[in-house]
T-cell receptor, first 112, second 111 residues
């Protein structure tokens, strides 16, 4: 069975500061890992995905994540936060059996 | 067209009403999904259709009835809902059963 743990339900950074959102996973098979962003009352937008190719994955809006098998982690980073990055972020592990498991989410606040 | 379109965006219904949520995608994806998302919570999978056939039902109450009329459309029929069913209902589609594309959701309020 797969599971995802997002460490820190709330993260606050200053505009221009580094963003680091943590995600650890548990999976008995090689995982497919995703980060999604959700703005209020909207759907989920895919930021980036890991599907067993390069371990450093680059996504939209300068986000990137590194898959570390030894640490079972897939942390999301962005070098410089922008006010528009304030949103809810979900880490998810998918299987090709059609099921997905989401983390509980991390609310990112960006202070001016 | 890389969108998943959901209608309506907002819906208020009484506990004795019957209503339907609609989802449409024109990406040729073979799998379509319904998720329920409560405030400040992650999405919870409800149903999965693969090649227009129901493949996963996550023990959803029968007051929610999914339907897949064709490969581009997915409906969720609602009947005799409870106030606790109020949530954001998200539709998604996928070609490979792994990467999912989400719609903007229908905000449902049951009164």
């Amino acid at each position: 069975a797969q599971s995802v743990t997002q460490l820190g339900s709330h993260v606050s950074v200053s505009e221009g500061a580094l963003v680091l959102l943590r995600c650890n996973y548990s999976s008995s098979v090689p995982p497919y890992l995703f980060w999604y962003v959700q703005y209020p009352n909207q759907g989920l937008q895919l930021l980036l995905k890991y599907t067993s190719a390069a371990t450093l994955v680059k996504g939209i809006n300068d986000f990137e994540a590194e898959f570390k098998k030894s640490e079972t982690s897939f942390h999301l980073t962005k070098p410089s936060a922008h006010m528009s990055d304030a949103a809810e972020y979900f880490c998810a592990v998918h299987t090709n059996a059609g099921k997905s498991t989401f983390g509980d989410g991390t609310t990112l606040t960006v202070k001016p | 067209d890389t969108e998943v379109t959901q209608t309506p965006k907002h819906l208020v219904m009484g506990m004795t009403n019957k209503k339907s949520l609609k989802c449409e995608q024109h990406m040729g994806h073979r799998a379509m999904y319904w998720y329920k998302q409560k405030a400040k919570k992650p999405p919870e999978l409800m149903f999965v259709y693969s090649y227009e056939k129901l493949s996963i039902n996550e023990s959803v109450p029968s007051r929610f009835s999914p339907e897949c009329p064709n490969s581009s459309l997915l409906n969720l029929h609602l009947h005799a809902l409870q106030p606790e069913d109020s949530a954001l209902y998200l539709c998604a589609s996928s070609q490979d059963g792994v990467e999912a594309f989400f719609g903007q959701g229908t905000r449902l309020t049951v009164v």
